[in-house]
């Protein structure tokens, strides 16, 4: 097999010379290459996972890696399962890479940006928490005066903070699709009313610690995604990424007003760039410019710096 692809771009965290867009790892079999991670078998009970520097917006993967990336989202995931392993259990294994790979060059290439995580089966559905009232949310609402089929009071603005955080399930596309928000009780269709709630009061609690930790440090979480999988024994688990630039809407605090749409720390920034091109929102992406690959890297490093930091004040 190929050795990792990489094209270089800017330094990392770990000031090596290149972006990791794509992996090839020789020792191990590729299960799926995501939009941003690429997973591969490790050994029956466990895989590893790489989270490359690729950018998707609007379910397309661009064609420009972002410098750091892989590393800012590996290190906010890592920091979130510590944070919330106390709430659920997560997929984070104590095996280290050099149990499954020994070539020096592939393990230089996978540092800082990739983990071994137990096998587990992973739920249908996307587990969104909205705190705030912003995208496709915002567009339900106007529409409804729901988000989801959850009804809100009347009157609410566009950023405006919910009274409670809300559960608002999606579906999961594959790449190059788009995620369909849909109802709790089409949730407890996918994975059974039971584990639904389970799933929604997991996200839930997830969301309030962490919108708290984040707000003392600037950050307001106006929304995230977040994925589950159960094991063996059927325990619901933590997976993928957590409340990271990618999987969330992060917005400055002290710049935050109702009525407007916040600048943010996520890849918002990309998309509206993006809108202003004449693009269908189909493979293949557009190319980014120099300036807004620099940008997209700084605040995703801002990001990183601002949540795992000590509070502000």
């Known amino acids: 097999m190929r050795a990792p692809r990489v094209r270089p771009y800017g330094t990392t965290l770990n000031a090596q010379p290149s972006c990791v867009f794509e992996t090839a790892l020789r020792t191990l079999p590729l299960l799926h290459r995501g939009k941003v991670r690429d997973i591969y078998a490790a050994d029956d009970d466990h ?4 989270t490359t520097d690729r950018l998707s917006a609007f ?3 661009l064609p420009d890696p972002i410098p750091g990336k ?4 590996h290190r ?6 510590h944070q919330t392993r106390d709430i659920i259990a997560n997929h984070v294994s104590d095996k280290p890479l050099t ?8 393990l ?3 540092q800082g940006r990739a983990a071994v995580v137990k096998r587990l089966r992973a739920l249908p559905i996307e587990a969104v928490v909205r705190g705030y009232l912003i995208g496709s949310g915002w567009k ?11 009804r809100l009071p009347a009157g609410l603005q566009l950023a405006q903070q919910l009274p409670e955080p809300i559960f608002t399930p999606a579906t999961k596309a594959a790449i190059g699709e788009h995620d369909e928000n849909i109802s709790f009780a089409e949730a407890e269709k996918l994975v059974g009313a039971a584990r639904a709630r389970e799933v929604r009061n997991a996200a839930l609690a997830i969301y309030r610690h962490a919108a708290a930790h984040a707000l003392a440090r600037g950050i307001i979480i106006a929304d995230t995604k977040f994925e589950f999988g159960v094991d063996a024994n059927g325990t619901l688990t933590l997976i993928d990424e957590v409340l990271t630039p990618d999987s969330s809407r992060f917005w400055p605090a002290d710049t935050w007003k109702v009525g407007t749409s916040p600048p943010s720390f996520d890849k918002q920034y990309v998309r ?9 929102k189909r493979a293949p992406g557009p190319s980014l410019p120099p300036e807004v690959i620099a940008q997209t890297s700084a605040k995703y490093h801002e990001a990183l710096n601002r949540l795992t930091g000590p509070p502000i004040g």
């Open 272 to 280: 509206d760039y993006l809108e202003t091109l004449d693009w269908n």
């Open 70 to 73: 892989g590393e800012v989202l």
């Open 99 to 106: 149990a499954y790979i020994k070539d020096p060059e592939e």
């Open 59 to 61: 379910d397309v993967i």
């Open 76 to 81: 906010i995931s890592d920091f979130w399962f």
């Open 47 to 50: 895989l590893l996972i790489v």
């Open 140 to 150: 339900d609402y106007e529409r409804t005066g729901a988000v989801c089929g959850i």
């Open 108 to 110: 230089r290439q996978l």
